[in-house]
Structures are given as structure tokens and as C-alpha cells.
């Protein structure tokens, strides 16, 4: 029972936390250099990792449905599946779910960090609201971002399962057959279904991260803690959102 | 007790540049009735009912634990009292609204400077958040806080290239480029040297004589409590167990107050063993 009422303490926190940051939206010219730092410092940063791992995802995507469609003489839908599997799934979940290990877990060890040495309430004495000056320019980058890092691993996710079609001998699809069936299932309404689910995963992401940070207490040890909860609750909101975000696009 | 005679007001080893007062900015007083503050079933301040004047420096003195910096931070508006009041100008500091009618600014113990920014970006972030001034106005008013702090080489480090005394006089800085009418210093001669102790203690008492800034002062430090306090508050277990002048302080015959005071060193009978025998 205290569990509980613990959890919906967290999410409650987490909602007023939000609520409270998009309330100082009139503020944002203010905060605009500061956005434009977190997101350098969130999407541009992860773009190579992003890259790396959705072409290696797409690779092994390829190579799998390659073994298993060849032999049944369905290599040429190949690209549907890869192509689907990347814009509608795995695009954003990857990306998610690097935001989360890569981005958050930062965000996290910033804010628990500064909730301990008192940082935190020497903007309140400065009546700067922590909201205005750290939550909300991470939000808002985070919106920015996570569309672009999405499209950056989908058309990767794609290129890697081009090559591996091209390239193993066994699989033997060229590149044309590869990309036109890519295109001929894959419409606009599907890679924007696929952007609204990143955007859905990155908010929530940075929203859990900023919040544990926040409400970090005690001492330098609590903000290792701090940074393996919000890792673990990012995943577990991303990997529980995921399918109701799924049935309510499709 | 004490029998001393009062140490002479310091001399400051650096005299400030004289400035006037900001116009807007009067001295404040602080109203606290009845307060009560409690961590779950713990009660850590027990009735406490005082008022410092506009332009006072108040320390709060008082044995580790005895809930002095709990008090500050309830007067700072961090945290809620469990009962009771505490008004600033008849503001209650703790709602975020009433914050923009008086300027209030806490010196943390650890400096609590940010970490990702330089000294001089330290001091420029509430003018700039506040647009207080354009940025060559606020450029002028922190080069002057840093200059009455003796840290115009320190502009461009950043915190962790600081000694301890350096961050208790940026944090100091800090507080002065937000122009208070209030100031709350938690334990500003802590973990420094006696000459850096002095140097703060004079440094305090030369920004009352200069601002006209009400002082509330949580330190151990007996030397800088006699010294520039107008009033003294003695804390123990949480309840207010004196409130004097320093001079008054001296003539209390309170045992337990008077060996805080001036504790004796007895190598005959050791106060851990006296403590054992309780």
C-alpha cells in the first residue's frame, strides 16, 4: 500500500512538474540559448550512436528475415519488413531508449547533483524557478530533437538492412528491389505515426529524468541512485507506453 | 561566563567602495510567532516566537542540532513550518508570490554556487533571469561585488577552482548583486582559517553598514556573534532558550548556555566520559 501511494506520488510529481514547467512558456525567448544548449548537448551529440546502432539494428533485421524469407522465395518483401519494422517500431524505440541511457541518466546526475549541494534552492532563493530554468528548456529540446535522431536511425536502419541485402551472398537482394519495396507499403501517415510515438517516448523520458533528479535527498550517494531509477523507470515507461501508443495510431 | 571585556569592532582589512543604498531596496523585519517544525514523528523546532528588526544583524547560535539552520531555511521560504508564522515585511516567504516583493538572499554554507558556470556568471545570472539592468549595467554591478569582495581574479574561474574562503566570498558576492534587503548567511566562517573567519566576519558587518541590510546570521562562531551582533538567539533542542544582546549574553548565568559559551577543556575528567556517566 505505501508502494503504491508512493508510485502515484512520483507520477503525480511528475504531471505537476510538467504542468508547471509549460506554464512558463511565456518565458521561452528567455530560455531559448539555454534550449539550444540541451539539445546540442542531447541530439547533436547522440547522432553518432544513434546512427551506429540503428544501422546495425536494420543489418541484423535484414539478415534475419532474409534467412528465414529466402527459402520460402519471399526475399523480395525484405524492404517492407525492414522498412515498417524501422518507421513504425524500432525507429523510435531505439532512439527512445538511447535518449533515455545517454541523455537522461546525464540529465538525472545534473539535477540530483545540484538538489544535493543546495544548488536547487539557491535558485529559489533567487526566485528563479527551478522549472522555468532547468526543466522546461530540457523539454522543449528534447521535442526538437528526438524527430530528427528518429528520421537520422530510421534511414539508417534502412541502409543497413540495403547493405546487408546487397552484400550476403546467400540473401542476394539488389538495392533497387530493396528500397522499392521499402516504398511501396511505407506512406507519410506512417513515418508521422512513427514521430509522434518518438516525441510521446522523448517527453516522458526527460519528464522521468528531471523528476527523479529533482526530488533527490540525502547525500552524494543518493544520486547514483537517482540516475539507475530514472533508467530503469524510463524503460518501463517507454516499453509500456509503447504498446498503447501502438493500438491507439493504428 | 565570560569576563572579558568586548573585543574592539574589527577593523576591515579592505574597506569597500562607499555606495548608496538602491532606493528601492529598505532594510526589512522578520515576524516569527509560534513556530513549529517537525520531520515525521522528530519535532526539530519546538515554539520558537522572535522578531528582527529592519537592519539588525541577529545571530542564532546554538549546539549542533539544536535546529538553527532549520530555522533559517523556514525563514528563507525552503521549506514550510508544521505550525506558526513567519512574516517578512507581513509577507509570508514562502509563497512564491509574495517573493518579488522584498529581496531576500541566503549565503549557503557549502556556497551552493553552480558548478556548471563561472564566478562571474554566478553573480550575473539573477540580474540576467530578473532583466534587472542591460548587460552592461550588469556587468558594472557584478564587477562592483567583486570588487568589494576582493575577487576580480576570480571572474573567470569556475567553483571548483576555488579554495573554501574564495566560494564563502563569491557566494557572498552572489547575494550582493541580487542587492537584498534581507540577508541570511548559514554559517559563514565554517571550515576557515581564523584570519578568513575574521575577514568574513568584518565583510558582513561592513555590507550592514553600507546597505542598511538586515542580517540573520546561523554560525557557531562565538568570536563573530559578540562581535557584530546586535541580538543573539540561543537555540537548544529546538526551543529558544535566550535572546540578547552580546553584552547581555555575557551576564547570563544559564550553565548550560554559559559552557556553550565557553567550553572548558578538561583533560581530567573528559566531556565524552561525563557524557558516558549520563
Avoid at chain 1, 15 to 21: E, G, I, K, P, S
Avoid at chain 2, 80 to 91: D, E, V
Amino acid at each position: 500500500m505505501k508502494q503504491l501511494y508512493a508510485t502515484f506520488d512520483w507520477i503525480g510529481a511528475a504531471v505537476l512538474l510538467a504542468v508547471r514547467a509549460f506554464r512558463m512558456l511565456p518565458a521561452a525567448p528567455r530560455i531559448l540559448k539555454r534550449t539550444v544548449e540541451q539539445a546540442f548537448l542531447g541530439g547533436y551529440a547522440s547522432i553518432t550512436i544513434v546512427a551506429l546502432l540503428s544501422f546495425s539494428i536494420g543489418a541484423v533485421l535484414a539478415l534475419q528475415a532474409g534467412l528465414t524469407l529466402q527459402p520460402v522465395g519471399m526475399k523480395e518483401v525484405i524492404g517492407t519488413l525492414v522498412g515498417e519494422a524501422m518507421v513504425r517500431e524500432l525507429g523510435p524505440l531505439i532512439v527512445a531508449i538511447l535518449v533515455a541511457g545517454r541523455v537522461a541518466s546525464a540529465i538525472t546526475a545534473e539535477l540530483a547533483s545540484m538538489k544535493v549541494y543546495q544548488e536547487i534552492d539557491a535558485l529559489v532563493t533567487m526566485n528563479i524557478p527551478p522549472e522555468r530554468f532547468l526543466v522546461l528548456p530540457r523539454l522543449l529540446a528534447v521535442l526538437l530533437y528526438m524527430p530528427v535522431l528518429t528520421m537520422i536511425g530510421i534511414l539508417m536502419g534502412w541502409i543497413g538492412g540495403a547493405v546487408v541485402c546487397k552484400y550476403v551472398a546467400v540473401i542476394g537482394v539488389s538495392t533497387d528491389v530493396y528500397f522499392n519495396a521499402v516504398r511501396a507499403y511505407l506512406d507519410f501517415p506512417k513515418l508521422v505515426d512513427g514521430l509522434i510515438k518518438a516525441e510521446i517516448f522523448g517527453f516522458v523520458v526527460i519528464l522521468i529524468a528531471c523528476n527523479t533528479g529533482l526530488r533527490t535527498t540525502g547525500g552524494p550517494r543518493e544520486i547514483g541512485f537517482a540516475v539507475t531509477r530514472s533508467v530503469v523507470y524510463s524503460l518501463v515507461a517507454i516499453l509500456g507506453l509503447d504498446y498503447f501508443i501502438t493500438k491507439a495510431l493504428s | 561566563m565570560q569576563t572579558d571585556p568586548p573585543p574592539p569592532p574589527p577593523k576591515p582589512a579592505q574597506t569597500p567602495a562607499t555606495h548608496a543604498p538602491p532606493a528601492r531596496h529598505q532594510p526589512v523585519g522578520v515576524e516569527i510567532a509560534g513556530l513549529t517544525k517537525s520531520f515525521g514523528p522528530q519535532t526539530v523546532l519546538t515554539g520558537i516566537t522572535l522578531s528582527i528588526r529592519p537592519g539588525e544583524i541577529f545571530t542564532i547560535m546554538g549546539p549542533s542540532g539544536s535546529g538553527k539552520s532549520v530555522l533559517l531555511r523556514q525563514i528563507a521560504g525552503l521549506d514550510l513550518p508544521t505550525a506558526g508564522t513567519i512574516r517578512i515585511n507581513g509577507l509570508d516567504p514562502a509563497r512564491p508570490a509574495t517573493r518579488d516583493h522584498f529581496a531576500l538572499a541566503l549565503v549557503f554554507q557549502a556556497g551552493a554556487l553552480f558548478n556548471s558556470l563561472t564566478v562571474f556568471d554566478n553573480l550575473a545570472l539573477h540580474p540576467l533571469e530578473h532583466r534587472l539592468d542591460n548587460r552592461a549595467g550588469i556587468r558594472a554591478r557584478v564587477l562592483r561585488a567583486l570588487k568589494i569582495l576582493s575577487l576580480e581574479n576570480a571572474a573567470r574561474k569556475y567553483p571548483s577552482e576555488l579554495s573554501g574562503g574564495m566560494k564563502k566570498r563569491v557566494a557572498i558576492a552572489r547575494a550582493l548583486v541580487m542587492e537584498p534587503q534581507i540577508l541570511l548567511y548559514d554559517e559563514p566562517t565554517s571550515e576557515l582559517d581564523p584570519v578568513m573567519a575574521a575577514t568574513i566576519t568584518e565583510i558582513i558587518a561592513t555590507l550592514r553598514q553600507e546597505y542598511q541590510v538586515t542580517s540573520i546570521v546561523v554560525s557557531h562562531d562565538r568570536d563573530l556573534a559578540l562581535t557584530i551582533s546586535d541580538r543573539v538567539a540561543i537555540l537548544m533542542r529546538g526551543e529558544l532558550r535566550a535572546l540578547e544582546t552580546p553584552g547581555g549574553l555575557r551576564a547570563l548565568t544559564d550553565p548550560e548556555i554559559t559552557d556553550f559559551l565557553n567550553p572548558k577543556i578538561d583533560l581530567a575528567q573528559p566531556r565524552y566520559q561525563k557524557m558516558e556517566a549520563l
